[in-house]
């Protein structure tokens, strides 16, 4: 097991990741006053391995699923942590996969103005992104994340024994994540592309996950508030990929990630950012992990949806997260009548 520091200005968290890490809820929550929420699902896979591990404390069950990341989970969560009249030294601990992980953790910074949080994530993709760096949030009128904190849980417990329990999809998603931390450390893509006939291995993802985890701890201790702009580098392949996310939602999150970083390549390579030979290798990797990519039938439409991304600032472009070397990247803006039309050219067709 690794302990990975993440020194955050605001709040610094420690991650254990490996086998035994979930274990080390024993010490850390000994004599506290904990509250647990989970979702359905992780529920009913870990309801007697939370049973030993949380005793007698409350736990709340909400529906699984991006559709019930909403306000009316979020205060039904809050109106249990009231009705277990929690108090400025309880425990939120949340159980859970990137969902559960974000709603919990905003809840956890708005009950009583803050209380302790630790994030134990159940899913590849919690494990390498979201349950570390302190964003958390909900959906609200179709915009996604667009009411949220950052708030950096204490500790994060990254155990690769939920990952056995995970459909292949949702480990797709996730290896979505891990190839996009390739793409932003060149390390990490070197492991990526001399692995890539094991990338659906347990035991790869287990060893992969602290290499993600040590990235974004480097990332978030440097520009915990996404302000310097360097944290934007983990959106990477997420502007088209939450256009289409939105608009089609058929696959997961990380599976639209990887979508648009492909196409995202291309781009970069015809603007000149990226040589050929690296968007052909990362383009390579991508379809390791997804294999063919499919066409979309009214991309162009599924594109401006990008238009009203809270991450373009300026209402006439669109601001791209660009491979540019291995491990480099570039921030492109592209007039929305540009990014469209290349996006039309590229990912259009029939489905
Ligand atoms: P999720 O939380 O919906 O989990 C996916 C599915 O897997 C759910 O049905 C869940 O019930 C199930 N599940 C969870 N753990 C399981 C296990 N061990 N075994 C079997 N099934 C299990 O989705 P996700 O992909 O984990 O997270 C996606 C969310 O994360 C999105 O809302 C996205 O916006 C957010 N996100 C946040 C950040 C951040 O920095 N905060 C980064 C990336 C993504
Ligand atoms: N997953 C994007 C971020 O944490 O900033």
């Known amino acids: 097991m690794q302990t990975i520091e993440v020194k955050t200005k605001s709040r610094p968290s420690t991650v254990y990741c490996g086998k035994g890490a979930a274990e080390k809820a024993r010490d850390i929550l000994r004599g506290k006053d904990v509250f647990v929420v ?18 007698d404390a409350p736990i709340c069950v909400v529906p699984a699923g991006e559709r019930h990341k909403n306000r009316g989970t979020l205060f039904a969560i809050l109106d249990k942590m009231l009705d277990a009249r929690l108090n400025r030294g309880s425990v939120l601990v949340a159980l859970g996969g990137g969902v559960v992980g974000d709603m919990a953790g905003l809840a956890a910074s708005l009950y009583m103005r803050g209380i302790h949080a630790v994030q134990v994530p159940t899913t590849l993709l919690a494990q390498v992104d979201s349950s570390v760096g302190g964003k958390t949030a909900i959906d609200h009128r179709g915009v996604k994340n667009v009411i949220g904190a950052f708030y950096q849980p204490e500790y994060v417990l990254c155990d690769p024994m939920f990952l056995h329990t ?19 450390d060149a390390d990490i893509l070197d492991k990526l592309e001399k692995n890539s006939d094991r990338l659906f291995d347990l035991s790869f993802m287990e060893d992969v996950t602290a290499d993600c985890v040590r990235f974004k701890a480097g990332v978030v201790e440097k520009d915990e508030c996404e302000r310097n702009g360097l944290r934007k580098c983990l959106n990477m392949g997420h502007t088209t990929g939450h256009a289409l996310e939105l608009f089609y939602g058929r696959r997961s999150h990380g599976e639209y990630v990887l979508i648009g970083m492909y196409f995202e390549s291309i781009i970069a390579e015809r603007k000149g950012v990226c040589s ?46 660009l491979p ?20 039309e050219e590229i990912g259009g067709g029939v489905l």
């Open 276 to 321: 050929r030979v690296y968007a052909e290798q990362l383009r390579a990797l991508i379809q390791k992990v997804i294999g063919r990519i499919p066409k979309f039938r009214n991309i162009g439409e599924a594109a401006r949806v990008a238009l009203f991304d809270k991450k373009n600032e300026g209402k006439n472009e669109v601001s791209l997260i």
């Open 38 to 55: 989970t979702d359905a699902n992780v529920f009913r896979l870990y309801e007697k391995w939370a049973g030993d591990m949380f005793g």
């Open 166 to 184: 995970l459909p292949p999809r949702e480990l797709r998603c996730g290896l979505g994540e891990i190839v996009k931390t390739g793409a932003l």
């Open 324 to 343: 540019k070397t291995r491990g480099g990247f570039a921030e492109a803006k592209l007039s929305i009548g540009d990014y469209v039309g290349m996006i």
